[in-house]
């Protein structure tokens, strides 16, 4: 805000910090960017007037191991959101629903490109992922939701295309999915990236049940 850096103590971002309490992960991250921030302020003490960083000792909030399977009825509900909320968010309630059916991490999809989408073999082709380069093969709820996005976006670069342009891709969300996830009853702890972990369990039980 209107503070100036040498004012800031470490109250200060404790109390900033805290304001993000309901979501651990995000608050300890804000928490390391801004030791990182405040060490170069430290070393460069000459142009900045800083000498010690504010962010030293303070610990990172508790986080709980993230588990999450809805069930068949929360599963419903949180598609009957999307379906009321398609208007308002047509690119969001496609990404959400792409999450849940194909499994992907989050960057996965809003950094896809159009020519690593092939609707004709049911596959995302050559895609980075954090284990490498892999084709994934998709449902065909999938194939409809990116058949419905190509209607909105055009074939341009990428899949979920920036405000500012084609030239990049969108990364946020989470204005559409904190009012969907209110709305559906989900809880302020769950995030997009939860998702994939019910795709995980619903293979699973899916398996499980056929075996």
Not at 82 to 106: F, S
Not at 129 to 139: A, D, E, L, W
Not at 141 to 168: H, M, Q, W
């Amino acid at each position: 805000g209107k503070m100036r850096l040498r004012d800031i103590d470490q109250n200060d971002i404790m109390r900033w910090r805290n304001k993000w309490e309901d979501t651990p992960d995000t608050a300890n991250h804000i928490k390391s960017y801004l030791y990182k921030f405040f060490q170069w302020c430290k070393t460069n003490h000459k142009k900045t007037g800083i000498i010690n960083n504010p962010v030293g000792g303070i610990k990172n909030l508790k986080v709980k191991k993230r588990k999450f399977y809805m069930s068949d009825v929360t599963l419903a509900k949180l598609s009957h959101v999307l379906m009321q909320k398609k208007d308002k968010y047509p690119m969001e309630t496609i990404y959400i629903g792409l999450l849940i059916c194909t499994g992907a991490r989050p960057s996965e999809i809003y950094a896809l490109k159009w020519n690593e989408v092939d609707l004709e073999l049911s596959a995302l082709v050559g895609i980075e992922t954090k284990t490498g380069t892999i084709t994934k093969q998709i449902s065909s709820t999938a194939v409809k939701l990116f058949k419905r996005l190509l209607k909105i976006t055009g074939e341009g670069t990428y899949c979920f295309p920036s405000d500012r342009g084609n030239k990049t891709h969108r990364t946020d969300f989470r204005t559409a999915w904190y009012e969907i996830r209110e709305e559906a009853g989900l809880g302020k702890e769950r995030q997009l990236r939860d998702l994939r972990h019910h795709f995980a369990t619903y293979l699973l039980k899916k398996t499980f049940l056929a075996s």
